[in-house]
């Protein structure tokens, strides 16, 4: 269980001090699904680099398990865009967190089961630019997956996707959620947000639940 308290992020703009994040408060427990609507600039991006640890809040508090939390093993982000190291293979670009994180254990074996959940086993030993916009979505997904972890935050993981690849990475977030892990997402698409379980919209740094 992933728990934010009166979370709050500063930022100065010229002489000015604002907050990207306004008090926002949030629980993700075992097997949400959780989708965060809202217009660009209206912290939602902020606040998922706080929730993964990658960013430190100006007020609040975040709480794991009930036990304060920064970045830690059981929560896996995946960031806007194609984050893959181009000039390693898509088994390297797997293994890599598991190597910054010390983690210790049979990689290949792993990298499989993801990709087989995926439906990329083909690419295991393929470079990132030989993939498409759809399939390096769904790498950074089985990426995600690696450590197994409890709770996954992906930022507009849909983004930039035509129809087809986006519903693609929505049924994978579905499969791996009904098989037990929280996903917790940001959309602009309202197309999707019929996939979640409980929906907030961000506006102007306040976060509240529709």
Sequence with gaps: ???????????????????????????????????VT???????????????????????????????????????????????????????????????????????????????????????ASYPDRLSGGELRRISIARALMNNPGIIIADEPTSNLDTDNAIKVMELFKTINEEGTAIVISTHDERFLPYSKSIYRMDRGKLSLL
């Design 1 to 35: 269980m992933l728990e934010l308290k009166d979370i709050t992020k500063y930022y100065k703009h010229s002489v000015n001090t604002f907050p990207a994040v306004d008090h926002a408060n949030l629980l993700v427990k075992k097997q949400d699904f959780i989708a």
């Design 38 to 124: 809202g217009p660009s600039g209206s912290g939602k991006s902020t606040l998922f680099h706080i929730m993964t640890g990658l960013l430190r809040p100006s007020e609040g508090s975040i709480f794991l398990d009930g036990t304060p939390s920064f970045l830690t093993r059981q929560i896996s982000f995946i960031m806007q865009g194609q984050n893959l190291l181009t000039n390693f293979t898509i088994e390297d670009n797997l293994y890599f967190p598991l190597y910054l994180a010390g983690i210790k254990g049979n990689y290949r074996l792993r990298a499989k089961e993801v990709l087989e959940l995926v439906g990329l086993t083909n690419t295991i």
